[in-house]
């Protein structure tokens, strides 16, 4: 009735007829190909060099000398190969220059990325060890020249940026730089403690589907969303103003100015309102925040979310920032989070690639050297919990950041002191040709390969004293102006007094006239007459009164009528 089963005992199967009949590539592929056609590749040589190695130590040590002669050749043989093989190898990792006549035809013919995409990594890793794999008679220099080309054109910067890029960065860093620009930072939300706990919040949007985790030990209101089958804009505890969509990056500066319960606080550049509801929250709804922004468009979102958080405490104006401390002064903390060209948000942005130039950085920096002076301005140093001033911008640009605080330092009565903030890089105090104050290195900077989010600069101020110091320049221009007060004072007195002054280099006389011995007072008579005389004179072009254009016209037609009638 059939075979039996054995479950004790597994015969191995071979395998079946058709697969006898199909053999490998190898043996199929042996049957059209000669030897002097098949050219091994290396990794074929290095495995053949391997298993003769192999077959030497096998072998016994009492050989024939024949057998000794073959493997001597053997080896020679093998050595050449080798040699060979490395020299190949060697001529491959070797990094070649290009020509101007192939610069020249990617220009004109399409662009190959990926080819340009392997030239940055080679001539980054030739930069990097320049003495050692550097091409003969070739510069620094040309290869980078070669490579702002190429990253101009591989991650669409203009040439102006690559430059200020590479000034800021190492090469190497500046590749992580770019390609972080390339991906989206991850979506942040601050939790309003005003109205929820975090712990609560986290909660309630798990169970509608957003997976979500804390932002990081550095902050306590912050989760970052990772995926949501809601929109997060849209979500019931979002429209009840349990939390804020904002960057990760906005946290700092509000951590660094620390306000605290019952101040009265500044936000010059407030719009969209997410710093100052971070403050409200900080300060529990007490005392008063003063939140300013210059565009009147804008000021409406801060109001939408001022009103969706539940914040008490604020008022809302419409001012240029400069022109601030005219209207109100006084305040214990101010936050300036200044307009700024965006380098650190480019993931956000990509025009700002090729929209900024130098003019561009110039203008920006002027303007937030007279925004920070007006900041300083509206702090009152004599506060007793504040004095403090947090500038703050999402650039990563020198002339933006440490350039602005170290000539705030120059102009006003302020130092640096330290932002609080555990981590970020140290701020430059040298930069180029540039030297800046010591102390700068207590500001911090963030990158967005390095702290996976938006680009950020921020510093810390502590205004000391209310007056304003005078340079050397504008204290010689304030005496000159008060000598030349005094003296007109004193010409006046002089005058009523009766005495001779000499006022621009004329010598006026008044009625009593001074000799060596003897002051002899004219009468008033003789003093009518000479004056009378003194008049008479006078030719009327030496006279105070100019003629006027139409009588001197009138003058002329009459003198020609006379002369037409004579």
């Known amino acids: 009735m059939g075979r039996k089963l054995d479950p004790t005992t597994y015969v191995k199967k071979g395998p079946g007829r058709k697969s006898r009949k199909q053999k490998g590539a190898e043996t199929e592929l042996a049957k059209f190909l000669t030897d002097g056609e098949r050219d091994l590749l290396p990794i074929e040589r290095a495995a053949r060099k391997q298993k003769k190695l192999q077959e030497a130590m096998g072998q016994e040590s009492g050989d024939d000398d024949d057998d000794d002669d073959n493997k001597g050749k053997s080896g020679d043989e093998d050595m050449d190969e080798d040699d060979t093989v490395q020299a190949n190898l060697d001529d491959m990792d070797k990094f070649i220059l290009p020509g101007a006549e192939e610069i020249a035809k990617e220009g004109v013919l399409l662009v190959d990325l990926q080819t340009i995409h392997q030239r940055i990594k080679d001539n980054v890793d030739v930069l990097s060890h320049f003495a050692t794999k550097r091409e003969e008679g070739k510069e620094r220099t040309e290869y980078l020249s070669l490579l702002k080309k190429d990253l101009s054109t591989y991650y669409s910067y203009n040439n102006f940026l690559i430059d200020k890029l590479l000034d800021i960065f190492p090469v190497s860093e500046l590749i992580d730089f770019l390609e972080a620009n390339e991906i ?59 939390y804020m969509l904002q960057g990760a990056s906005s946290f700092l500066p509000v951590m660094a100015l620390s306000p605290q319960e019952g101040e009265t606080v500044l936000d010059m550049s407030s719009a969209p309102g997410g710093k100052t509801t971070y403050m409200a929250q900080l300060m529990r709804n007490t005392g008063v925040i003063v939140a300013n922004d210059a565009s009147a468009d804008r000021l409406k979102s801060v109001v939408g979310n001022i009103h969706r958080l539940g914040v008490t405490n604020s008022m809302i104006c419409n001012y240029d920032g400069r022109q601030f401390p005219k209207v109100m002064g006084g305040f214990d903390r101010v936050l300036l989070d200044a307009p700024c060209s965006g380098t650190g948000v480019i993931s956000k942005d990509p025009a700002v690639k090729t929209s900024k130039d130098e003019s561009d950085i110039q203008r920006l920096a002027h303007l937030q050297k007279e925004l920070i002076l007006a900041a ?72 967005p390969h390095s702290h996976n989010m938006d680009g950020f600069f921020v510093a810390k101020l502590k205004k000391f004293s209310n007056t304003v110091p005078t340079t050397a320049v504008e204290k010689g221009k304030v005496d000159v102006i008060l000598d030349l007060i005094n003296h007109n004072k004193k010409a006046k007195i002089a005058k009523m007094d009766g005495g001779t002054v000499k006022v621009d280099g004329e010598l006026k006389k008044s009625n009593t006239v001074k000799t060596e011995g003897e002051t002899t007072k004219q009468s008033k008579e003789g003093s009518r007459f000479e004056k009378k005389g003194d008049k008479q004179r006078k030719s009327p072009m030496q006279s105070k009164k100019r003629m006027g254009k139409n009588k001197f016209n009138k003058l002329k037609k009459l003198l020609k009528k006379e002369e037409v009638g004579q």
């Not at 640009?397 to 009565?413: F, I, Q």
């Open 376 to 447: 300083i301005d509206s702090v009152n140093a004599e506060s007793p919990s504040g004095g403090y001033l947090v500038y703050c911008t999402c650039s990563i640009m020198v002339e933006e950041n440490e350039w602005v605080v170290d000539y705030a330092l120059k102009k006003r009565n302020v130092k640096l002191v330290q932002t609080g903030l555990d981590f970020g890089k140290e701020g430059f105090t040298r930069f180029k040709e540039r030297r800046f104050h010591p102390s700068l290195k207590l500001s911090r900077r963030f990158y």
């Open 184 to 242: 989206q930072r991850p979506v942040t939300i601050r939790t309003n403690t005003l109205k929820t706990r975090r712990r609560d919040l986290a909660q309630a949007l798990i169970n509608r589907g957003v997976n979500l985790d804390p932002l990081g030990k550095w902050s306590k209101v912050g989760l970052v969303i990772f995926d949501s089958s809601v929109p997060i804009g849209a979500t019931p505890e979002y429209l009840a103003g349990h």
